[in-house]
T-cell receptor, first 111, second 107 residues
């Protein structure tokens, strides 16, 4: 079956712009989590959605937001982009428990 | 929150060598996964191992939850094993990642 699909794979944005990333989980998975990976901070948890509700949130500013649709697809949005937002953004889906499966990620570059 | 320490941070080995990667965590965890991040950035599931021992080909993992550590064994390394290995226990209802062990296998 298809894995976790993230789009787009690569993105270049200008400081101050906003960006929306998309994640389609494995069919049947209802939980979607987002992570940011940077060389300095490593992999950090952004938020988790389950059945369209945000279930958990990491320590990121309000510029980072997300949502989940009824088909379990999720989007995350970053407004007023800063250079430090350049990172690999990874999405994970899980069926019910904590075993997570990750997508290939979206590499965001802010210039 | 849970702290995760992985060692060694970097490891360079010749093809065919064996290695042991260690993960210590600071608090009790219900679940733990090991991932391999390939050069393109994707995290590949290796093991879901909250406790006990599992084997998959040349790889095996052991988690001793009561002593708060997990080990990943790689035998007969191949160049395709290169990459970063992450230990990721579950804490506070989210997966917490260690900083990883960067493994480089020389041909």
């Amino acid at each position: 079956k298809a894995g976790v699909t993230q789009t787009p794979r690569y993105l270049i944005k200008t400081r101050g712009q906003q960006v929306t990333l998309s994640c389609s989980p494995i069919s049947g998975h209802r939980s979607v989590s987002w992570y940011q990976q940077t060389p300095g901070q490593g992999l950090q948890f952004l938020f988790e959605y389950f059945s369209e509700t945000q279930r958990n949130k990491g320590n990121f500013p309000g510029r980072f937001s997300g949502r989940q649709f009824s088909n379990s697809r999720s989007e995350m949005n970053v407004s007023t982009l800063e250079l430090g937002d350049s990172a690999l953004y990874l999405c994970a889906s899980s069926l019910r428990g904590p075993e997570a499966f990750f997508g290939q990620g979206t590499r965001l570059t802010v210039v | 929150g849970i702290q995760v320490e992985q060692s060694p941070p970097d490891l360079i080995l010749q093809e065919g060598a064996n290695s042991t990667l260690r993960c210590n965590f600071s608090d009790s965890v219900n679940n733990l996964q090991w991932f391999h991040q390939n050069p393109w950035g994707q995290l590949i599931n290796l093991f879901y191992i909250p406790s006990g021992t599992k084997q998959n080909g040349r790889l095996s993992a052991t988690t001793v939850a009561t002593e708060r550590y997990s080990l990943l064994y790689i035998s007969s390394s191949q160049t395709t094993d290169s990459g970063v290995y992450f230990c990721a226990p579950e804490g506070d209802d989210k997966i917490i990642f260690g900083k990883g062990t960067r493994l480089h296998i020389l041909p």
